[in-house]
């Protein structure tokens, strides 16, 4: 059983499209990280939420800490091809989310 | 600066091999780590150091041992390769565990046990 748990776990939209993708868990996180997989590499951090209720804005890249500290979001504003990859969230004991994969078709 | 490093990049064993996968930082953090990543499992913690000479079981400890003599370095074994130890592994390294500190992470090695 994962502590963190991803939704959806594939997500194939157009290019110009917004895609929101959700981390939740049923225990309280003092912090959470999202990271991006590209094929082939190890994944790379894209931002650091600590705050209950904080937003951090990355470009077109909007990522959204609950009230609680149970969930969290991104969301992607008119997608790129070139946001095609693995998201993953990261929190407590260092476990980590199974990924949503997303691939924006040009 | 190279970052995180893994050696190799590739590997094939039959089961009941052995070998040892290489992790190396030049960024001087304290802390580094082992995951596996499997399709739909996400990445999962094998083993993990806090420092030179200290080294602590994951959640999937079981079939690997690790050692950390040097603080840039962080090796992975496998004693006796099981087919159910295919997988991509990865290394991370980070100044702390804390879940703020960003972890930098290798570009992995695939491993397949036939």
């Known amino acids: 059983t994962q502590l963190l748990e991803q939704s959806p776990q594939f997500l194939s939209i157009q290019e110009g499209e917004n895609l929101t993708v959700y981390c939740n868990s049923s225990?309280?996180?003092?912090?959470l990280q999202w990271y991006r997989q590209e094929p082939g590499e190890g994944p790379v951090l894209l931002v650091t939420?600590?705050?209950?209720?904080e937003v951090k804005k990355l470009k077109r890249l909007t990522f959204q800490f609950g009230d609680a500290r149970k969930d969290s979001s991104l969301h992607i504003t008119a997608a790129q091809p070139g946001d095609t990859g693995l998201y993953l969230c990261?929190?407590?004991?260092?476990?980590f989310g199974a990924g949503t994969t997303v691939t924006v078709r040009a | 600066n190279a970052g995180v490093t893994q050696t190799p990049k590739f590997r094939v064993l039959k089961t009941g091999q052995s070998m040892t996968l290489l992790c190396a930082q030049d960024?001087?953090?304290?802390?580094m780590y082992w995951y596996r990543q499997d399709p739909g499992m996400g990445l999962r913690l094998i083993h993990y150091?806090?420092?030179?000479?200290?080294?602590a079981k994951g959640e999937v400890p079981d079939g690997y041992n690790v050692s950390r003599l040097k603080k840039q370095n962080f090796l992975l074994g496998l004693e006796s390769a099981a087919p159910s130890q295919t997988s991509v592994y990865f290394c991370?390294?980070?100044?702390?565990?804390?879940?703020?500190?960003?972890?930098?992470f290798g570009p992995g090695t695939r491993l397949t046990v036939t």
């Open positions: 991370a390294s980070s100044y702390s565990t804390s879940g703020i500190g960003e972890q930098y």
């Open positions: 225990s309280v996180f003092s912090s």
């Open positions: 939420v600590v705050t209950g209720g």
């Open positions: 990261a929190g407590y004991k260092l476990s």
């Open positions: 960024m001087n953090h304290e802390y």
């Open positions: 150091s806090v420092g030179e000479g200290t080294t």
